[in-house]
């Protein structure tokens, strides 16, 4: 058995949210200036060009991309050889998550009761945990910022197997449509195939931190997230909703086997600020 | 963009008629933050005739919850949040005569109706641009409801803010509408 201990783990979790929240994903900063120089649209172009020079502003000045700083949420995978040391795993995960935003100047965005009180917790806790164990003797985590804009525009349909791959589309797309200016365009788009309902979310906010210049391994799925994404460009919202080539940088699908009555699709959106960091320990 | 109008704050109701959806400008001067939990307040103590702690008549109100000031920094990093959220309350606060909403993405029918009533504008300020807007605010004066932490109003005072106007007060819109077919 491998010893990690709950003090590393705490630590990689604040460094996790720390850099996510300071520091774009090189290969989405290399995607929107890539949609700033494609732009048609003057509007666009300008709100794309304040995203570019809002990277270069934030890493000066020390602030985070976006006020928003986000939900904390943390998928682990834990290898099964290896043995916490020094207290409870999702202790030092909620500590970590306490440090990154108490001391790194940082939102606290989250309220402890959702419907009466809606009181703040002071320290962004608690954070959203997903624990898978895996094979091996590391534990791989991986943090998201989850910003609420496009958080709130992601939709989850319980589609019959009969709606196929075109009503499959047309809820990707129906939900970009929806959602119009309010998600920070250009977004990110997650989408969880299968499953049941609960598995096709997870799939879907874990697709939205997908690297940029991945396709679905299933040629057939990787031509649905070509074919969604442009489609959705072709809704003309454009960066900020001033119109437009790029709506989207990207769509990734996840799938996931699921119940002979169903075709569960889950679609989380994120923005362009689309804040994640991943170590292993 | 070159050349782009430097529009000042509070806004004049010359102003409010000179500006069109679709045109970028740049706001200087200054206006308060309010968000949803600041909202709720506001239009609770309007319903019970209470006095509100800050004027509205002739003001702009930022959607805005900033994350914490660095030493040495007026503010945080401080971009708009979705203003649809805001629809519920903010045709009362334009019967108060506010004049200018900064915030992101679409309104309702309703709140352009009142904007047009009351003869209003509203701003779009480019959301996940808030460090570099947070250059833009050179102080921020807590004004009111400091336990609601960062939805707290705050009196900002804007510098060559960038914005586009989204809706102006005849009720146009710069936003593409992509209604469901
Ligand atoms: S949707 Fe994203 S970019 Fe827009 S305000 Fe929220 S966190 Fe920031």
Redesign the pocket.
């Known amino acids: 058995m491998r010893e990690i201990s709950c003090a590393q783990i705490r630590a990689a979790v604040a460094q996790l949210f720390l850099t996510a929240n300071r520091q774009i994903a090189p290969d989405i900063r290399q995607a929107v200036t890539d949609a700033a120089d494609r732009e048609t649209s003057t509007a666009a172009r300008y709100a794309l060009s304040q995203l570019t020079e809002n990277y270069v502003c934030a890493e000066e000045d020390g602030l985070p991309?976006?006020?928003?700083?986000?939900l904390a949420v943390v998928f682990a995978e834990v290898g099964q050889e290896v043995r916490i040391t020094g207290g409870l795993f999702s202790d030092a995960v909620t500590a970590g998550v306490r440090d990154a935003y108490t001391e790194g100047s940082l939102r606290k965005s989250v309220v402890d009761d959702p419907l009466f009180d809606r009181t703040n917790t002071l320290d962004n806790c608690p954070p959203i945990l997903h624990t898978a164990l895996v094979s091996g003797d590391r534990i791989h985590l991986l943090g998201i910022?989850?910003?609420?804009?496009?958080?709130n525009m992601s939709r989850i349909g319980m589609l019959t197997p009969a709606a196929g791959e075109a009503g499959v589309l047309r809820y990707i797309v129906d939900t970009a449509r929806l959602a119009g200016p309010?998600?920070?365009p250009p977004i990110i788009v997650g989408v969880g195939i299968g499953g049941d309902f609960e598995q096709a979310a997870l799939l879907a906010k874990r697709m939205t931190a997908r690297p940029l210049n991945k396709r679905h391994p299933d040629p057939r799925y990787a031509a649905l997230e070509t074919r969604a994404l442009s489609e959705i460009n072709a809704l003309g919202i454009g960066a900020a909703g001033y119109g437009g080539v790029t709506t989207a940088l990207n769509v990734a699908i996840a799938t996931a086997p699921t119940h002979i009555a169903g075709l569960p699709v889950a679609v989380n959106i994120?923005?362009?600020?689309s804040?994640h960091a991943e170590i292993n320990l | 963009m070159t050349d782009i109008r430097e529009v000042l704050l509070p806004l004049t109701d010359e102003t409010v008629s000179s500006l069109r959806a679709g045109e970028p400008v740049l706001l200087t001067g200054p206006c308060y933050t309010a968000r949803d939990a600041a909202h709720k307040r506001l239009t609770e103590m309007l319903a019970r005739g209470e006095a509100l702690p800050m004027p509205l008549a002739g003001q702009t109100v930022y959607y805005v919850g900033p994350s914490p000031a660095p030493a040495g920094r007026p503010i945080g990093a401080a971009?708009?949040?979705?203003s649809y959220r805001m629809d519920a309350y903010t045709p009362a606060l334009l019967q108060q005569g506010l004049k200018g909403m900064i915030g992101?993405g679409k309104r309702s029918a309703e709140v352009v109706d009142a904007m047009r009533r009351h003869h209003a504008v509203y701003f779009g300020a480019v959301?996940?641009a808030?460090a570099l807007l947070s250059r833009h605010i050179t102080a921020c004066e807590l004004i009111a409801f400091p336990e609601l932490q960062s939805e707290a109003v705050c009196r900002l005072t804007l510098e060559r803010f960038p914005v586009l106007v989204l809706i102006d007060c005849e009720g146009r819109s710069a936003l593409v509408e992509t209604p469901i077919i």
């Open positions: 991309i976006c006020q928003d700083t986000g910022a989850k910003g609420f804009g496009s958080e309010n998600p920070c994120c923005c362009h600020a804040r | 971009g708009p949040t979705s992101k959301g996940g808030a």
